[in-house]
């Protein structure tokens, strides 16, 4: 399904470890478990190693490649993505793991050597059940799908892409069959993503989130827009992107193990701990969107970034799953980025740089412009108020698909008819529908889209926790002091890689299981505040 | 020696195609052959993936990678050197090659099919020769002893790098016993970058040019020397690269099939045949260094831009050696870069760029400028005439050392007593002696600096075959048209890739064997115009 590692390549250790599972701790171990133990990270190692070299193909496709390279870079994506299968797969793995079952069941869940076992353990078991056959097809259909998809948007042909989406979901089912030890079938393919996570967890978050985002929705549409005008001014692009450098550096981003370069789809990508690259796109005719994607994938970085350097080269070296990769993306561009004190600091710089586009306007009319709620038709340029009813509405498609209760050939209606109930709006055409996002046109219908709410609303509950744990966070935003924020997610969650699973994490940092309460709160009190709702 | 697949990583066939190799001709092979053929194509684009992947990991590190990627880049890049080289020694490999021995003895050796089988075989049977441990102290050794150099030569230490070149020299003199067919040890080591070449033929050709260029060098010093102080005033960065980019389009080169990059050491690199990389460094103070450079580096990639593209993915998708590959940087850096007509061209168009530095220069001067001769320490910065003369002290230094009459200690006084004798001028340091060259500091001493000279000689007989060719050659330079030129390096040259061995190729498209005569007679008429000499 995934051809190489991402953030969620990992397994749920049983129970958290309560200390710092980074630090070595092989002194009682005997001679013969301390080699095969070294041999494991070897081996680990060269699927990591090959891992980064596939992250750095892809990084340059999207960034730098000549276009006469894409058949080639086609190849070897596919080479290097058979070959790390095959390590990942490999009989000497399972011999090594094999030796080392009775150290994982002798020591303490939360030893160190324990917590690498086991992921790599998960990483294999995974990677072992998926047959060639099907990665294979997996592979080729998902790059067919693409291509088909790259015409058929722009044409707002969905009867073109019936067939391939057919095939997606005939292969995505496939796939969670292989895991029959799953309730439902997007429960197996979440746990690709974000292990742990059940249909049944999504709905406890979904289910009383949806009337509240909706009533705010409502509320909020009775009540005269801010004018936001001036952000659609020009807005030079080289000017656009100093500032950006700017924002990111004085958030903590570290050049000297990454860098920014521009894209046609913003994304965060590493080839290896020391090197978390992070790239924009910029609209001279738009001044939110380079500076809030560069936010958004910031956000992601200082996760990747802040991961402890002993993790290095193993299957711990990543975020834990791809809603606590959200959580810090949308923390760092909404709950910071968007925020009144963040602007009182830094309009006056970003007014500088364009003094048309912003004469007359001040912190205040900025604050409000970037956060106009109003319902639309694209997730990607939803508000924080509208951007879950988006994704909602595509989760609950895939799980209606997955059961059988819906057919591909109904799927725009059932869209259309679905942004009419909860957004009030209803697309044009499919470009602006059913076709827009790129996930189910990459072979995949299930597994992913849940991941943006989950968090969003982790985001919340976590920026509680770290605020009440130290105060000074919200005051410091103003002079844009960023230090205690971040050390206390990286204290709390960045260096802990993938050694604790999601949802644990959660309830380990903030005290709490994962809920609602935060995330309505902090709508409800910013919203309010602006619309006086 | 060589971790991954360059230019030179292929075999002579034993007789030259006289028919386009890239034309497919398998109708009447049967079909269990055909099948073994398609086997073997798809393990050697397995190969050629990976080599690819290498490719783009060495260029990334040389432009954009980030400090902190380093520790990782180098474990990435041993990873897939080890996995490459594995793909390049299998088992399978080994079956396929011994399963199609009797088509390669029963097709004419000119058929494509026994020129791709013969390259496969040769690849093999080296890469398989040289013992794993071995590659393993050449790659080490090699990291051990450029990080070394990168502290000694600017600390002007040679005394710290005695005990790496002992080292570097020992190796080198294993590497060549792995190969007793060969007569002299630096034959074994040149076969892998020029295949063909011995001692005795670099002598053929060194001894009759060290005097022609020894008694040129006199003539000119007795002459008034061409006033150049204007080529190091300001030349602002970003004209200087708009003015390359120009020109090598102008030249040729492709940049949907390639891009141009900054780095420390110009280099050209590919991915693959649609993706040819070439990088310069620009100087605001000296704009003959980006400009030269870049001419050069796109030599090579023209070259490699122009081999079949049926070649793609095969050993036979790259330039046929070396010397070869030179032979093509050289010629267009300096027999159409340096020359007369292309100056007549391009000059007006470099004064607009440039009209402060280049306020009062007219096209002759800055003709004369650029060919200005002196003796000088540095190879890389050297004019035609010297520069040969440098590339002949460090051969015959490398070949005294691997015959033993030379002990690395001595190396430092050899080389300044060379420079006496030849050059008339005497390193005051080794940073600027027997410090300055990157080779011997990257684990290898002999095998390659015969082939700059020997690319120079060349450069000359081809371009005299060209424009006995295509008479119109060079009147078109006047007026920037490079289609006859490219059009007869490409039919003669470019596309056979490495199909036809580098001699024999010579031999086929000058219709002599190599020669210094051509050589020796540009230089002359060409310093002779300008030194009045």
């Given at each position: 399904m995934k051809e190489h590692a991402s953030a969620s390549a990992t397994a749920p250790p049983r129970t958290?470890?309560?200390?710092?599972?980074?630090?070595?701790?092989a002194a009682d171990l005997d001679a013969s478990t301390r080699e095969t133990l070294a041999e494991l990270r070897r081996q680990l190692a060269e699927i990591n190693n090959v891992d980064g070299a596939l992250s750095l193909l892809d990084w340059?496709?999207?960034?730098?490649?000549?276009?006469?390279?894409?058949?080639?870079?086609?190849?070897?994506?596919?080479?290097?993505?058979?070959?790390?299968?095959?390590?990942?797969?490999?009989?000497?793995?399972?011999?090594?793991?094999?030796?080392?079952?009775?150290?994982?069941?002798?020591?303490?869940?939360?030893?160190?050597?324990?917590?690498?076992v086991r992921e790599a353990r998960r990483d294999f078991e995974r990677a072992s059940r998926v047959p060639t056959d099907l990665a294979a097809a997996f592979r080729e259909h998902g790059a067919a799908t693409f291509s088909a998809w790259m015409v058929a948007r722009p044409a707002n042909d969905f009867a073109s892409m019936r067939p391939y989406l057919e095939r997606t979901l005939e292969l995505s089912r496939r796939y969670a069959d292989l895991?029959?030890?799953?309730?439902?079938?997007?429960d197996a393919l979440m746990e690709e993503h974000d292990r742990g996570t059940t249909l049944a967890l999504v709905r406890s978050i979904f289910e009383p989130l949806k009337p509240e985002l909706v009533a705010l929705r409502r509320a909020i549409a009775a009540r005269p827009a801010p004018d936001d005008s001036f952000l659609y001014r020009d807005y030079p692009a080289a000017a656009q992107l100093d500032f950006v450098r700017e924002i990111v550096s004085t958030l903590g981003y570290d050049f000297e193990r990454g860098r920014l370069d521009l894209t046609h789809h913003p994304f965060m990508t590493k080839t290896s701990l020391g090197d978390v690259r992070i790239t924009t796109r910029v609209d001279e005719r738009n001044v939110e969107r380079a500076l809030f994607s560069s936010i958004h994938e910031c956000g992601h970085a200082l996760y990747e970034q802040g991961i402890a350097l002993d993790f290095e080269a193993t299957p711990l070296a990543h975020g834990t799953s791809a809603a606590v990769h959200e959580s810090q993306s949308r923390l760092w561009e909404n709950l910071v980025g968007r925020s009144r004190p963040f602007w009182r600091h830094f309009f006056s710089s970003l007014a500088a740089r364009f003094p048309e586009a912003l004469g007359g306007v001040d912190?205040?009319?900025?604050?409000?412009?970037?956060?106009?709620?109003?319902?639309?038709?694209?997730?990607?340029?939803?508000?924080?108020?509208?951007?879950?009813?988006?994704?909602m509405i595509r989760f609950d498609l895939e799980v209606a698909l997955l059961e059988g209760r819906l057919a591909i050939a109904d799927l725009p209606d059932a869209w259309n008819a679905r942004y009419r109930d909860d957004l009030g709006v209803e697309p044009p055409d499919d470009r602006l529908g059913v076709l827009q996002d790129v996930h189910w046109y990459s072979a995949s219908i299930g597994g992913?889209?849940?991941?943006?709410?989950?968090?969003?609303?982790?985001?919340?509950?976590?920026?509680?926790?770290?605020?009440?744990?130290?105060?000074?966070?919200?005051?410091?935003?103003?002079?844009?002091?960023?230090?205690?924020?971040?050390?206390?997610?990286?204290?709390?969650?960045?260096?802990?890689?993938?050694?604790?699973?999601?949802?644990?994490?959660?309830?380990r940092t903030t005290g709490k299981r994962l809920g609602i309460e935060s995330f309505v709160r902090y709508l409800r009190t910013k919203f309010g505040d602006l619309y006086g709702v």
């Open positions: 958290a470890p309560t200390r710092d599972p980074s630090a070595a701790d340059d496709q999207a960034t730098y490649m000549p276009r006469g390279g894409g058949p080639a870079r086609a190849r070897q994506l596919g080479s290097l993505g058979r070959i790390v299968h095959g390590l990942r797969t490999s009989p000497a793995l399972a011999d090594l793991l094999a030796r080392l079952r009775p150290l994982e069941e002798r020591l303490p869940p939360d030893a160190p050597e324990a917590a690498l895991f029959p030890e799953h309730v439902h079938p997007i912190a205040e009319a900025f604050y409000r412009a970037i956060n106009k709620v109003e319902p639309s038709l694209v997730r990607v340029e939803a508000d924080e108020v509208t951007y879950n009813l988006h994704v992913y889209f849940q991941s943006y709410t989950l968090g969003n609303v982790m985001s919340a509950q976590l920026f509680d926790a770290a605020c009440a744990a130290r105060p000074e966070i919200v005051p410091e935003l103003e002079s844009a002091r960023f230090d205690a924020l971040l050390g206390w997610l990286r204290e709390n969650v960045h260096r802990h890689g993938a050694a604790v699973p999601p949802l644990e994490l959660i309830e």
